[in-house]
């Protein structure tokens, strides 16, 4: 499977792009354990064309990521295209267009999925933008904005006339929001058109090794795009990789070999960051982890964990966790 200079192996496994997620040291990890292509978190044209610095700072890329797409949102065309020569400048492998965020602050003010229903203005920013960078451009969408307007099919063609180079389907409404099941038949569609010759990558609900086969077989997806299930495990995609090419599980993990991973996001983020910002980050891949799952008793434990302010005491609370509930390792 290509994109633009990308050229991908077989069962290609993305990192989707996701806000106070995919920053840089998070992306390196997934990279590590197998993810194809890493995205940034989401960044706004506006904020970009502002020179907002925190935003200027998520496009500082390293070549041992490579390839990696820069992700981009806005509602209008000027400020997209704008932002999208910034962005190119940054020198990404492919600049990816957000057109499925539902979250109200962007959505409702016309951006990301809002923009599903602004179809004429989507495919105006998408041509100005394809026409503006010489980097391959693809897009991140859903299935349409509510059960009543599920446009995808026709939309892919339309977004594929305008020039991108892939198109990634989350496999859900705007009006679902992260709730319900991902609906992959209409991926499938997409991707099985006549009409549809760009790489289809399928998004949503792949949690398991299993689920991302099925969804390769299944649906004939180019690329499965992982997302909320990397949190707090970039390990997944070992795991993935592994039962793609060998039909079998990966054996487990160690709970020891979970905890170093998660010690050296934490280091390597106040590295990038500093100590309190670093921290603060590092709560929600915490508070995901399967390594805290299922353990019996362990609400206070967790609280104290979450809400640790310092390395020292967050690693003397992973330490105090390992001794008491998962043995001495």
Not at 8 to 23: C, K, N, Q, R
Not at 122 to 146: C, E, Q, Y
Not at 167 to 185: C, E, K, P, S, V
Not at 212 to 226: H, I, L, P, R, S
């Amino acid at each position: 499977m290509q994109i633009g200079n990308c050229t991908f192996s077989s069962y290609p496994l993305f990192l989707a792009p996701m806000e106070d997620v995919t920053d840089r040291t998070f992306r390196l990890l997934c990279k590590e354990f197998g993810a194809d292509l890493v995205y940034t978190e989401f960044i706004s044209a506006d904020a970009l064309i502002r020179s907002v610095q925190r935003t200027e700072q998520k496009l500082i890329l390293s070549d041992v990521e490579r390839p990696v797409a820069i992700q981009l949102y806005g509602r209008d065309i000027d400020s997209m295209v704008e932002a999208a020569k910034i962005a190119a400048e940054a020198k990404p492998d492919i600049i990816d267009l957000n057109f499925g965020c539902p979250v109200k602050r962007v959505a409702g003010k016309g951006a990301g999925a809002g923009l599903l229903r602004d179809i004429p203005t989507m495919l105006a920013i998408t041509s100005a933008v394809v026409k503006a960078v010489s980097l391959p451009v693809t897009v991140k969408t859903r299935l349409g904005w509510d059960d009543r307007s599920k446009i995808i099919v026709s939309l892919a063609q339309q977004l594929q006339d305008c020039g991108i180079a892939a198109l990634a389907i989350h496999g859900r409404t705007r009006a679902q929001m992260y709730t319900g099941d991902a609906d992959w038949t209409l991926i499938g569609e997409v991707k099985n058109h006549p009409s549809v010759h760009i790489p289809v990558i399928g998004n949503g609900d792949v949690t398991t090794p299993e689920r991302a086969k099925e969804c390769f077989q299944t649906y004939g997806v180019d690329a499965v795009m992982v997302g909320r299930a990397s949190i707090g495990r970039p390990w997944v995609f070992r795991e993935m990789k592994h039962y793609l090419l060998h039909n079998e599980p990966l054996p487990e993990l160690s709970s020891d070999f979970q905890f170093n991973i998660l010690k050296r996001q934490i280091n390597e983020s106040i590295n990038w960051l500093d100590e309190r910002k670093a921290i603060l980050h590092i709560r929600r891949h915490l508070a995901a982890s399967p390594l805290f799952k299922g353990i019996p008793f362990f609400r206070e434990m967790r609280i104290r964990m979450l809400r640790a302010e310092t390395l020292d005491e967050l690693f003397r609370i992973f330490d105090e966790i390992q001794q008491t509930y998962l043995g001495d390792v």
